[in-house]
């Protein structure tokens, strides 16, 4: 029931965000916080694992962008491999600069 219950509320913040224009984690987590507190559906999960739940609807949000984007074949992969060699530098330069 509780899993259901996640679930739906999980679909419709992504669909209201969506027409709306906002993440959908700006109205997934009041909503998880607002009904674990006052109905006491999941009273076990605590806010960080609810910001945590929209953490992860992120990843699959990105991959599914990345994945449509790329079979309409609009991904610049020559731009990619330059962002990734710089991005490699940086870290490998903030390691050892600590």
Known sequence: ????????????????????????????????????TSFVFFPELPPQQIVGLSV????????????SYMKVKTV???RRADFLRWQRTGNHHWCFCQ
Do not use: C
């Open 1 to 36: 029931m509780v899993f259901l219950l996640i679930a739906l509320v999980g679909l419709l913040s992504g669909i209201v965000g969506a027409l709306i224009g906002l993440g959908g984690g700006v109205i997934l987590v009041p909503a998880m916080l607002f009904l674990g």
């Open 56 to 67: 992860v609807m992120m990843i699959f949000t990105g991959l599914s962008s990345t994945l």
């Open 76 to 78: 610049d992969y020559r």
